[in-house]
Each structure stands twice: as C-alpha cells, then as structure tokens.
C-alpha cells in the first residue's frame, strides 16, 4: 500500500501528498486556499505577498494547439493586489483550521534587507511552514528591480537568501527564473545564501501571439500588449530538463519543488524521477479547477503499486543518472522501425515524414517491389501523389456496401502498408512519432555485432577530434 | 442576367428541413483538426473527382476557408451540390483510415460545404480565362451536372461554352430530382449561377429532337459535348399504369421542388427500392401522406439502395412490403387507386407467384420508381455516335464517343451513378476536346 506522504521536505516541511499549488491565482487567498486543501492538495504556496499592486486587464492569453485549448498559457498579472495584513490574517486561519496542510508563503518586497527582514517575521508569525522567494516574476515586478531581476543576478539571489536566512525559523525556499542562460548559476548563489530549498521553474518570457486583425499582440491592454510569463503543458520539456540541471550539480541540488507544465499525476512522477521532492501546479488548475488532484493523487498511487515503491522517497531522482552528456551514448546501439501491418491503417504518414523529414527509407512498394535491386530507386512522394491523382475513379454500380467488409489478412490494402529499408533506417524514432496508431510502428533493437562504444571512448587520447572530418 | 430562379418557398423548407445542418464555425474547425492529414489520402483516391481532401480540410483548420474553397472548386466545380448530395459513406468517408481504428470517419462532406457555403456568401466570383481568347465553341447538351462540369473547365480554360437545356431551370437532377432536405433546388440554382458568372452561356427550352436542330448544332459549334441523363422513368407494364393517381418517382421529387404539390395525404405506394424509390417515399411522408409503403418485389438484402438511405426511410416512417409484385391497377370507388398485388418466391432465377396470396391495397397515389430507362431517342440521330445497351459509348478517359466531334459523360455513360461521377466524366472531356482542338491548330 503505498504512501505517498511527504516528511521533512527541505529539511521540516511535512505534507499529506507531494501536490501543491504554485504561487498564482488559485491561490489568491484564504478562502480558496481552504476549498483546494477539501478538494485534496496537499499544500499551497500563498500569491506572492508584497507591497499592493495595481493590475491591468486583459492579463491572460494563451496558445492553442490543433482543436484544443491551452496548449501554452501566458499571464501579465502581478503578484498579490491585496493588502500584506489581510493576506496574513487569512494565512493564519487557514493554518488555524488545516494544521495538517501546508502553507508556503511566497515573498517578494524591495531589495533591502529591513524589509526582508519584517515581512519574513510577519509571515512566520502567522503560521506559514515556510517561505519561497519570489526571485521569478518575469514580468512587471522585474522593471521595478524585483522579481527575475534578482533571479537573474546570481549575487543578488544570494545577498537577499543570506538576509532572509538572518531571521527565517522555516524552511526558504528560492524560485528560480528560467529566463536565464543557465539556470544553476543562480541556483548555486541560492545554495551559498543558505536556501533550504528550491522551486523551479517560473514562467518563461513570451509573447503568445498576435491578433492577425488588430495587429496588437495578445493579452491586449488597450491597444497595447506587454511580454508575459508562459507556462502551461508546451513548458513541461524545459522545465523538465531545468530541474535535470539542477539537480545533477552538487552545487545547485536542494530539496526541489518542481513547477513547469504539470497537469496530471504523470508528470508529477517525472518532475519525482528527477528528483523533485514535490510538484507545483497551476495552469491545469486555472484551466479545471481543483478538483484535478483526485486523480493526480489516485494515479501516483496506482502508478506506485504496480512498480512496487511505497513511498515518493522510493523512486524520486531514478531517472538521474539515466542523463548524462551525449558524448557517453553508446554509438553501436541501433535500432529500426518496424511496421504492425495489422495495426497499420494506410494514413502513409511515416511514408512522407521519412522522405521530406528524416532519411528517405520508408516506401509505397510492398506491391510493386523494390525498382532495381540492391540499390533501390523509388518514385519520389510528389510523382506517386501525381498518379494516383491521374487515375480514374467512378462509384460502384455495386451499391451494396454490405458486402464491402474487409477482405484479406490486413485491415488495410497492402499497398498502402509502408516498408521500411531496414539497412537505411537510421533509427531515429520520426516515424514511430507521427505514427496516429499506438504500439503500430515500434523501434526493435538489431545487432551491430560491435561493443559499446561512445564518442568520449572513440576520440579519447586521439589528436585531433573528429569533428575535422566533415 | 441571371439564370432561372425559385421563390423562396418557407413551407417547403420546413416540412424538408436539412437532414444534416452545415457546421457551426468552431465545430468545423475542431473537425479538421480531427484529420489525420493522410499522405497520397485514401478519401481523395476515393472521389472520381480527386478533391484534395486533406488539403482542403487542414486550410479549414488554419482559417484560409478561401484558399479551402478554392482547393475544392479546382477539381470539382459542383463542390457545393456534391457536398450534400455524394453518399460520401461509400466515397471519401468510407475509404477514411479511421475506420481502421474503429474511429469516426472525418465528416468530410459537412467539412467542404462548410467551405463552400463560406465562398458562396463571399460573393466572390471565379475566374474565367478572358472572353476574347475563346476560339473553340462548344455545346454541351442537357443542363445537369456533367455538362455543367464540363462548360464550366472549358471556359476556365478559354473556350466558349453553351449550355442547351430543354426544360425551364438549369441543374438537370441537381434541381429536379435530388430530395429537398439533401440539396434545395435553390442552392443547386445559386451554384448555377456561379457557372454562368464564369461566362458560360445557357439556352433553356430548347430541345435538340429532330434531325434540323442537330444539324444546326453541328454547324455552330465545333464540338457537342452530350450530358442528356438518362430517359423517362421505366413503366411498370401492367394494367391502368397511366390511371390518374399513378405519377413516378422523378415526376413526383420534381413536382413537389418546384413548389407544383405542395401537400399529399392518404395512402401512397412507391414501387421499387432504388435511392430514388426512398427518395419520393420520404418525400411522400414529409408532404403529408398518413401512410407511405414501398413496395418492393425481392427482399431487404436485395435492395440497390444504399443502407443508411433504407435506415433512413425507416425514420421517416416509410412501411415496407418485401416480395410483393404489383400486378394492376384499377379505379376503385371515391376515385381511389386498387394495387393489386402478388406474393411472390425466388426460385432459381425467377420470382413465382405464390398461389392465394393475392392482396389488394386501396391508396390514392401509386409511385412507380423502378429506375429509368436508358435514353432519349435524341441519340439514335447522332450520326456515328455508338450507343450499346442504351448508354452511349464513350473512351473513359477523354468522353470521345465514336463521332470524333461529339464527346459525352453522365448518366448517359454510366447508366445512372453519381452526381461526382458526372462532373469527373464532363471535366475529363473538357480536357479532352481542347487538347484535341490544340492539336487541330497547331
């Protein structure tokens, strides 16, 4: 039966679950706060406490991607409009009525240490089981030289960790920005400031798109628009290869909050495998509402006892050492594209992906036969569309489509079944991804008959790299 | 000058409300985004025509419904009437690869009049090759779909095109025969119009019946181009066929189009299970008609009407009567019609009366829909222009009929198939005369 309890997350932090949401609108204050901890999340990061802001509207816009919506999410909206004391009064009622749950408090005031200083005592005083330091806002906050303009100075993450560390009795946590060339540079200042942990990664700088009758960049402002922070599903990848970074470098990894992209208890295992010891959400939670948690937490449990971990701390970091730099792949490992005719529904797009898109070796020929021997010659897509065009079709007499079920060993004609030229393929995976069917074209493994051998190896101690060889 | 127009008839239109309504702008859009975008698709090598199905789908999909438009009315210029009236279940939609993955197939059919509705109410006009440049004449005989398609390549093409039809409204079955809630006779006039815009010229009344009037044609233009459809509806050949009461199928889907029955009521008996049986049987329920049977002499699995229009008639509340021969008519009392009818058995080859299983059905109007016959006589005064078993005798690739000048595609070809059959046969023999008239001059 496993449990997926979080104890003594950056150093003290204790959770019913790993699942916690982000610092963002659904968690703006008290009352919701207290609805999401009923509807199942285990912890929540307040909205980022500060200095009252004035907002402006529109402030959301988003990509979306072939039918549906939300692919990627953008937002200009600033940290808390509400006043300091009323968000604290809130923080402290709801600790009052969900002990169990945590309450992170996000910050973010001026960059001097008096007022770093009072607003930490403050949010400590009611209750908060820790804090997380908004070094992240990409937008707005960062002209008035807080936000990314701290996360993106590594000194000066360190300077305000070290000044929140003189009076911190929690855990700090520090998030980080994304809209950096590396991000561990500010992740390891942030390990020198004292940080207990880390949240990553915050919205990454965007323009969504453009209003193609206006002209005016989407979320508009009156005729006007303004870079935002993405977020969404479309930044689970970088997201994913941020917390990687971090948490492969000695002098970065801390105990990790992974944000990015996370909507379901899927991604929530591979922010885990990479060492995550818990997951922030947001932009699902805007886009269904809290109740999205019930499976996130039902999943992981499944997921956990049907690979046999019982607790988060059983698999977290896994998949870490299975990262490593592309010079130690092993160069004679080789695999192939292999077609399920019987899966196959003759939509022919491996066919046209591996001709324009990769490296020409899945035909049209199975019943036609390779053109000239060994080395095969074959029509190029443009010339077998043009036939196939040129022919002439009319509608059967024979009405009866009745009768017209499928004959013959595949579901699909063999002459729209691709063949791939198994000494051509290259192995790299195109087809198997524009492939609609699941499980119909799969990469099998051939021998090369050759050790493993990987580029470091091949051109260790040689003179010259290899690269001169091109 | 525009062609021949119907009035609006709001009565019609309700009691024939569409079977299936256009898409809702999102809805379309999230249908596209359905398709797989197929390469060398299974759906276009499925239309006689070869509408770029994926290619107009996806510029659904991005917002260029123009360019979508336009995709569609390259290859087939009826794009419009072929998005109602195609049975796309056996077409493109049936050769979808999603039905593979037990998926629904792509709703194409709704998808490109989704298009096409879009382009009609743009107003924009196609483009048509400059007048001037016409030097080849050709008449295309008979107004419907195949010499539509045809006129319509030839002037895009720079040649001059005249559409002879002998009855009063142009669109041959498009606008007399197809069921109102698949294509309004209207919507086929408005796609009409569109071809005549292109600069295609129309003489309606005329009928090409005598020896003279061919040769006149034949003096005015270099080449004929034959889309006549096939002939009147076959008889049933027995006694008091021509009873008042008894009116076929054509003559009953075209009546009621152009507004001449507006009502029926009673009993109604349509002989025959075709389309165009269910058609005028559906038609009889929607005008009005308590009870509407089809009789049919074989049975369920024998019928040529396609399943979904059977599933469809059953709908409608159509009653079907299997294995029964009509075997005369008579004028009962009050005026009403008595079919008289007869069990009957397949044996071997034959159907055999069943002894004592003679049965009378009093009804007021008796359909004869058991197809149509072959041709007018038009055609057996063509001279050298080959006719086997009633059609004309054409190359399948270019329409030539055995008179090098006289090309021919449709019904008239193919016996009676589909409306997308008749424009690919008239579009390929438009083709066909201007590069035979480009060889001839140069």
Not at chain 1, 47 to 75: C, H, L
Not at chain 2, 390 to 419: H, K, M, S
């Amino acid at each position: 039966m496993p449990d997926i309890r979080i104890r003594g997350f950056a150093g003290k932090i204790d959770s019913p679950n790993p699942f916690w949401l982000a610092s963002a609108p659904p968690t703006n204050c008290g009352e919701q706060i207290m609805r999401a901890f009923d509807a199942g999340w285990g912890g929540a990061v307040w909205k980022t406490i500060g200095e009252p802001v004035t907002n402006v509207s529109s402030r959301y816009s988003a990509t979306d991607w072939n039918g549906q919506r939300i692919m990627g999410f953008n937002n200009i909206e600033l940290i808390s409009d509400r006043r300091v004391e009323d968000n604290l009064r809130e923080m402290a009622e709801v600790k009052k009525r969900y002990p169990q749950h945590v309450v992170i408090a996000s910050l973010m005031v001026a960059s001097n240490r008096e007022s770093w200083h009072e607003i930490v005592v403050r949010a400590e005083d009611v209750g908060a089981d820790g804090l997380e330091l908004n070094f992240g806002c990409p937008h707005g906050m960062s002209e008035r030289g807080m936000g990314s303009a701290v996360g993106q100075v590594p000194e000066y993450a360190q300077m305000i960790t070290e000044w929140v560390k003189e009076k911190a009795r929690t855990p700090v946590l520090v998030k980080l920005t994304p809209n950096i060339s590396d991000i561990r540079t500010v992740a390891r200042a942030a390990k020198r400031g004292g940080a207990d942990g880390l949240s990553a990664i915050n919205t990454i700088n965007s323009i969504t798109g453009i209003d193609l009758d206006t002209l005016v960049p989407r979320p508009i402002v009156d005729g006007k628009s303004s870079h935002g922070g993405y977020c969404g599903p479309a930044v689970k990848p970088i997201a994913l290869n941020m917390v990687q970074q971090i948490m492969s470098d000695s002098d970065a990894a801390l105990p990790l909050s992974g944000i990015g992209g996370i909507g379901n208890w899927r991604d929530a295992a591979e922010f885990i495998l990479l060492g995550c010891g818990t997951v922030q959400v947001c932009t699902a939670v805007m886009h269904y509402g809290y109740r999205i948690v019930e499976d996130m937490a039902e999943g992981l449990d499944n997921w956990m006892r049907s690979k046999g971990f019982n607790t988060i701390e059983d698999f977290r970091g896994l998949s870490l050492p299975r990262v490593t730099e592309w010079k130690h792949l092993n160069l004679n490992y080789r695999i192939v594209a292999r077609i399920d005719e019987q899966k196959c529904i003759g939509c022919e797009l491996c066919h046209i992906a591996c001709w324009d898109g990769a490296h020409q070796c899945i035909h049209l020929d199975r019943v036609t036969g390779p053109l000239n021997g060994h080395i095969e010659l074959h029509p190029t897509p443009a010339i077998r569309e043009a036939e196939s065009r040129a022919s002439i079709v009319e509608t059967t007499v024979a009405r009866n489509e009745r009768e017209s079920a499928v004959v013959g060993p595949y579901p699909t004609p063999l002459a729209r079944i691709p063949r791939v030229d198994e000494t051509e393929c290259v192995g790299c995976n195109l087809c198997s991804l524009v492939c609609p069917v699941d499980q119909c074209i799969t990469m099998v493994r051939v021998d090369t008959g050759l050790p493993p051998e990987t580029w470091d190896e091949r051109t260790r101690g040689a003179a010259c790299p290899a690269q001169t060889q091109s | 000058m525009s062609t021949a127009t119907l009035p609006d008839d709001p009565q019609l239109r309700e009691r024939f409300s569409e079977l299936k309504p256009a898409l809702a702008p999102q809805a379309a859009v999230i249908e596209a985004d359905r398709c797989l975008y197929c390469f060398d698709a299974p759906c276009t090598a499925a239309c006689p025509t070869h509408i770029d199905v994926p290619g107009f789908i996806k510029r659904i999909a991005s917002g260029n419904l123009r360019g979508s438009a336009l995709r569609i009315l390259d290859a087939n210029i009826l794009g419009s009437s072929c998005a109602r009236v195609c049975p796309v279940e056996v077409l493109c939609e049936g050769a979808c690869v999603l039905h593979r993955q037990n998926r629904k197939p792509i709703q194409i059919a709704l998808l490109q009049r989704h298009a096409m509705d879009a382009f009609q109410s743009s107003g924009e006009l196609l483009l048509a090759a400059p007048t001037a440049s016409r030097k080849l004449r050709v008449a295309c005989v008979g107004g419907g779909p195949a010499s539509l398609a045809c006129a319509a390549e030839l002037c895009r093409r720079g040649a001059q095109a005249t559409i002879i039809e002998r009855r009063p409204l142009p669109g041959g079955l498009n606008t007399y025969g197809v069921a109102e809630y698949k294509l309004r006779a209207t919507d086929s006039l408005r796609e009409v119009e569109m071809i005549r815009s292109m600069g295609v010229e129309f003489r309606f009344g005329v009928a090409i019946d005598s020896a003279a009037a061919v040769s006149a044609l034949e003096s005015e233009f270099d080449s004929i181009f034959l889309g006549v459809g096939l002939g009147a509806m076959q008889r049933l050949g027995i006694p008091g066929e021509d009873s008042k009461g008894v009116m076929n199928a054509l003559e009953l889907i075209a009546a009621y189009k152009v507004g001449h029955i507006r009502e029926m009521h009673g009993t109604i008996v349509v002989v025959g299970a075709g389309n165009t049986a269910i058609d005028a049987a559906n038609a009889a329920r929607r005008l009005g008609a308590e009870t509407v049977y089809l009789l049919y002499r074989r049975g369920r699995s024998d019928m040529s009407a396609f399943d979904f229009e059977y599933d469809h008639a059953k709908q409608e509340g159509v009653q079907f009567l299997w294995r029964r021969q009509p075997i005369a008519i008579r004028t009962g009392e009050y005026g009403r019609l008595l079919l008289d009818t007869v069990q009957v058995q397949q044996v071997d080859e034959r159907l055999l009366p069943i002894p004592d299983s003679h049965f009378t059905i009093e009804c007021d109007v008796v359909v004869p829909a058991i197809g149509q016959s072959p041709l007018a006589q038009l055609i057996q005064g063509l001279r050298g222009v080959g006719v086997r078993e009633g059609r004309i005798v054409a190359d399948l690739a270019t329409g030539q009929t055995d008179n090098p000048r006289y090309f021919a595609a449709g019904d008239c070809v193919n016996g009676g198939r589909e409306v997308v059959d008749a424009v690919a046969g008239g579009k390929r023999a438009a083709l066909a005369m201007l590069k035979t008239a480009e060889v001839a001059h140069a």
